[in-house]
């Protein structure tokens, strides 16, 4: 994989993780993880020398996780996180849950998990190098990025997921460990449930959309990734690094340009917030009575009344030299074919395979 081979010819094994410790991902078998997890194994790094956390071991293991990587448990699970923690260099941490039947339902892994698994490093792991994947969402809504790049204890976050996250950031930044924050914001792909559920959307007979279009940064999953791995190898303390794609989009043109990846045109129905507001209220009633929290719930509602969620990725490149590299069209058109929603039959762009 493109991303992979760049980084481990520049970056080689013992200067990432240290000569012997090992690296731990949690959220291994997420859409995020998993793909950095593949990106580390196809670099070169060692199955036994690799970590990852996860709560299913058969669903790891048809994922393409090595047993010699696989470590069940939970973030929740105060004496799991303990063993994962022994002897650690690294700790990517990316558990999160981005669904919840109720305001509080975030916080059992975005912040509490967070604090257990920061408190496991300090106590076994305390010269490991932590890097959290946070959310534009912690940082609060921005028209210009400038909310992006503050320090979690200045951010103002609009919804419960947010504020979850950016609690989980306090823990972070408070532990006395080495850390970098990474703030992605929609990070889009292959093989994501949130993605596919766009590409649905947008090429329904129509699209419900929010009356104004709001402004919103968005990446592609492997340009997430090559942060990550930056981050992870140049180990720079202290950074709160917000991520943005190589254009912006808005909440109408985002949708227009899935449809139009995919050979059609989107037909957007403009609803007013208070008509979702609704909506997204049964949708909580439902997943409270079945046990299956949904993306579009009222704390979303929240997120969609902001004026927008834009990130300032200068930082990133400053600190990192990192810059995002896979175009929106590209990236939505290498989704379209791969997931199946493309009409006509095109190459693939090659940036994004």
């Known amino acids: 994989m493109m991303v992979g081979s760049t980084f481990f010819s520049d970056n080689n094994f013992a200067t990432m993780t240290g000569s012997f410790a090992d690296v731990l991902v949690t959220g291994a078998t997420g859409f995020l993880g998993g793909e950095l997890v593949r990106v580390l194994?196809?670099?070169?790094?060692?199955?036994?020398?690799?970590?990852?956390?996860?709560?299913?071991?058969?669903?790891?293991?048809?994922?393409?996780?090595?047993?010699?990587?696989?470590?069940?448990?939970?973030?929740?699970?105060?004496?799991c996180l303990r063993g994962a923690a022994q002897n650690v260099g690294l700790v990517f941490h990316l558990a999160g849950t981005l669904k919840a039947s109720y305001a509080g339902g975030y916080d059992a892994v975005n912040s509490i998990g967070t604090a257990r698994m920061v408190a496991a490093a300090q106590q076994f792991a305390p010269s490991c190098h932590f890097v959290l994947v946070s959310s534009l969402a912690a940082a609060g809504p921005s028209l210009d990025g400038a909310a992006s790049l503050l320090s979690p204890d200045h951010c103002r976050p609009v919804s419960a997921y947010g504020e979850s996250k950016r609690r989980g950031e306090l823990a972070v930044t408070g532990s006395g460990l080495r850390w970098t924050l990474v703030r992605p914001p929609v990070i889009y792909g292959p093989r994501d449930p949130a993605t596919r559920l766009l590409f649905r959307q947008a090429c329904a007979p129509v699209c419900a959309v929010p009356s104004s279009p709001r402004p919103l940064s968005v990446i592609h999953v492997q340009d997430v990734v090559a942060a990550l791995l930056a981050a992870g190898s140049q180990r720079v303390h202290g950074a709160v690094l917000a991520l943005d794609g190589p254009e912006r989009t808005d909440t109408h043109s985002l949708l227009r340009a899935i449809a139009q990846s995919c050979g059609r045109t989107a037909r957007l129905v403009p609803v007013p917030l208070a008509i979702a507001a609704v909506a997204a209220a049964a949708c909580d009633v439902v997943a409270r009575i079945t046990g299956k929290a949904s993306f579009f719930n009222r704390d979303k509602v929240k997120e969609l009344r902001a004026e927008g969620f834009v990130a300032d990725g200068r930082e990133l490149q400053r600190v990192l030299g990192v810059v995002p590299k896979i175009a929106l069209a590209a990236g939505l058109a290498a989704v379209a074919h791969s997931e199946g929603f493309a009409r006509v039959t095109t190459s693939s762009p090659r940036s994004a395979s």
């Open 41 to 79: 194994l196809a670099g070169g790094l060692p199955p036994d020398r690799l970590r990852c956390l996860v709560r299913d071991a058969s669903r790891a293991e048809k994922s393409g996780i090595p047993p010699a990587s696989i470590l069940q448990g939970d973030v929740t699970d105060a004496a």
